[in-house]
């Protein structure tokens, strides 16, 4: 929710009830995604599994409720605006359910591929959380909603890599692929590094094209800074569960940063 926030005043948007809608679908897809996932999440995270066993009718309600509400604001904004509401389920029925030919690694889901899983994610988050808000005032697209764009693909995937980390000794045991269980803590390191660089190299030359104002790239490159420093802690701190919470929160910094002084006014 907050990041739709911060697109809609990073591209001067008004208010719509896109974060809420985000906000909704966020909720929808993981809590169908950690109920789909009980027995192989079992060997990740067994305290968080345990819990959403015990309350997992209540889980299918929630989310249930969730995407149904999610749908019907989406209807609001009008045609794109529900197109993009079903996007996330769409994406995670093909992401996460085996509908594969089977393959000599005997992989039957997205969720498996390597590199693919994170790429997906990336790109369908960042699809909902940069274009909803488009949707729901009709703006164009521009090369400033494109820079946006790229930096959330970007920054996702550094996001969705990084609790790998922590999950790296079941996903090998599940036959799950990922940076970390393919190439190494250390170089997972390292790539994620050279991605949140790139990333930084695009908001930078992007303020040179004056694509983006000064406020614009300062915002970005703050968020950026937060995930450097999360990634710096990787296999330094025995509390990996916290880094990926505290990656998902990065760009709370640029939330903070654009709404502090518009809630001073």
């Known amino acids: 929710m907050a990041e739709v926030v911060l697109v809609s005043e990073l591209l001067a948007l008004p208010l719509t009830p896109a974060p809420i809608v985000a906000g909704l679908l966020t909720f929808a897809v993981y809590g169908n995604d950690r109920l789909a996932d009980l027995e192989t999440d079992a060997k990740t995270a067994p305290a968080r599994t345990a819990f959403v066993r015990r309350y997992q009718d209540g889980f299918y309600v929630l989310a249930a409720i969730a995407y149904g509400l999610a749908v019907a604001l989406s209807v609001l904004g009008g045609p794109l605006s529900f197109g993009l509401s079903l996007l996330p389920g769409v994406v995670w029925i093909l992401y996460a359910c085996d509908w594969l030919p089977s393959l000599p690694s005997g992989t039957q889901r997205l969720k498996d591929i390597f590199l693919l899983n994170s790429t997906l994610v990336a790109v369908a988050w960042a699809l909902v959380i940069v274009c909803l808000p488009l949707t729901y005032v009709g703006a164009p697209a521009s090369p400033t909603v494109g820079v946006v764009f790229l930096f959330f693909v970007l920054a996702t995937f550094v996001n969705t890599e990084i609790p790998n980390v922590r999950d790296r000794e079941g996903d090998s045991e599940i036959g799950v692929r990922t940076l970390p269980v393919v190439v190494g803590v250390r170089r997972t390191k390292y790539i994620l590094y050279g991605i949140t660089s790139l990333t930084a190299v695009l908001v930078s030359v992007a ?59």
């Open 207 to 265: 303020f040179v094209a004056n694509v983006v104002n000064l406020k614009e790239a300062a915002v970005l490159v703050a968020s950026l800074l937060f995930l450097g420093g999360v990634i710096f802690c990787l296999n330094r701190i025995e509390n990996d569960g916290a880094l990926a919470v505290a990656a998902e929160c990065s760009r709370l910094p640029a939330f903070v940063i654009v709404v502090f002084p518009l809630l001073s006014q």
